[in-house]
């Protein structure tokens, strides 16, 4: 097993981490920026180093900083989570180099599933569905002759795009002439890689991705899928696990195709492959994100399944003991952010008071305590609150109950508690019917 690890993030997914190697008896370092010197999960480490100021790129996102840290420690493995640099083959690439683990894929399969158009033709090759598009990258003529074939509204999308960047949907030629170019530039500029591909749009489709852990001797299990059709600008808000959407009989065949695709590209540790889902029920494949997911802990809430632990178990060479998947309810995830419940702008401030919610079901991830400033620096989110049910409506009972209760309050700081209330009650969510833009649609 390891034995120290160093948590190269912040907030709740560092609070996450650090528990999970301290049950596994592994000791842990923290990093922070100087606008994180009182987050909790510097308090929490059994170590803690400071690695710049409160800009991301000098602090979180600054290699060198991060390896020094790493030096000093002398952690024996780097545990990156999500965002920053989680999904960076050249940061996992230095890391592995240096001698120490990476908890994570190896960076050449970080750098092809980094890769959209590479992904893409070796999810064909093993039979996941794709959406009719250019199979490859293209200029503005080839896009318009695909769009010609395969019908308006199309989407222009960067090859190394991700999380929900580098997407521009067109409706009509003239509209395509006109953001192509601009497409390209804008890919260029936020991924150093200007290639462009075209896909068909697919209306009010769903959101649904399968989470996969994957070990160094070839063995591969999928927990099942997650629901994540509640997003407002490509930004996930809640998810939920199983979908009622998806059919058993479909579920095993994209189940069985996803072991193959890990098995083709050598992946190890925890990922999701991510599909749309269109009206008729038909799967197309999106792209593999090489890392944990915001939204795990649904999974782990109807598995019993502790992700956090197991990568950290396959990086340190052990073997899945996970054979067969007993999943059991339902559980549905709400991510609490410090914004405006209406407009989604950000609304960090000091909370002054907090109040969790808890009782039989319910689980709060969070970095959160009475006293703490949230920083204006990062991303919005303050804490995940996560309900699970044997029916999928007493998950929703449940949700609306725990948000009930749920207090976070401050000076200047607002939150989406409100949204989350107003979701749960809608008449399409609770059967179901919602899609990636319905939150739109229930904000109008």
Not at 88 to 98: D, L, M, R, T
Not at 152 to 168: E, F, H, T
């Amino acid at each position: 097993m390891l034995k120290k690890v160093l948590i190269a993030n912040r907030g709740e997914i560092a609070v996450r981490a650090i528990r999970a190697c301290r049950e596994l008896g592994i000791k842990t370092v923290a990093v922070y920026s100087e606008a994180d010197k009182d987050s909790l999960h510097v308090r929490l480490a059994d170590e803690a180093i400071c690695i710049g100021p409160p800009e991301p790129s000098q602090s979180y996102l600054d290699v060198p900083r991060i390896m020094s840290a790493v030096e000093i420690s002398g952690a024996d493995a780097v545990y990156p989570g999500y965002g920053f640099l989680s999904e960076n083959p050249k940061f996992a690439e230095i890391v592995q180099k240096s001698g120490v683990k990476f908890v994570g894929p190896s960076p050449a399969t970080l750098e092809l599933i980094g890769d959209k158009i590479k992904t893409k033709e070796i999810a064909k090759r093993v039979g996941l569905p794709l959406v009719p598009g250019s199979n490859g990258a293209t200029d503005m003529e080839k896009a318009l002759d695909v769009a010609r074939e395969i019908g308006y509204p199309v989407v222009l999308k960067a090859s190394a795009g991700g999380g929900g960047r580098g997407i521009r949907i067109v409706f009509n030629e003239k509209e395509l002439r006109e953001k192509f170019s601009i497409a390209v530039q804008e890919a260029e500029v936020s991924f150093g890689d200007g290639r462009v591909y075209v896909e068909k749009f697919i209306i009010n489709p769903k959101h649904v991705e399968f989470q996969v852990l994957a070990d160094s001797h070839g063995n591969v299990v999928v927990l099942g899928e997650r629901e994540c059709s509640i997003q407002r600008r490509h930004q996930k808000l809640v998810e939920e696990a199983p979908s009622v959407a998806v059919e058993e009989s479909k579920r095993k065949e994209i189940e069985e195709a996803v072991i193959e695709f890990c098995r083709e590209i050598g992946y190890e540790g925890a990922g999701t492959v991510e599909f749309l889902m269109d009206e008729e029920g038909n799967f197309y494949f999106m792209e593999m994100n090489g890392r944990i997911q915001v939204e795990h802990p649904v999974t782990e809430m109807v598995t019993g399944i502790d992700i956090v632990k197991w990568q950290l178990r396959i990086a340190a060479g052990e073997k899945l003991k996970v054979r067969k998947v007993r999943r059991n309810g339902y559980a549905i995830e709400m991510r609490i952010n410090a914004e405006d419940p209406n407009t989604f702008m950000p609304s960090p401030g000091k909370v002054e008071e907090l109040v969790l919610p808890g009782g039989m079901g319910v689980r709060v991830d969070t970095h959160l305590y009475a006293g703490y400033s949230v920083p204006p620096y990062y991303d919005s989110l303050l804490a995940k609150l996560i309900v699970w049910g044997e029916t999928r409506e007493e998950a929703i009972s449940r949700g609306l109950r725990a948000l009930e209760e749920f207090i976070i309050s401050g000076e200047g700081l607002k939150t989406n508690i409100e949204f989350h209330k107003r979701l749960l009650k809608t008449k399409e969510f609770k059967e179901g019917r919602h899609h990636i833009g319905f939150v739109e649609e229930m904000m109008v």
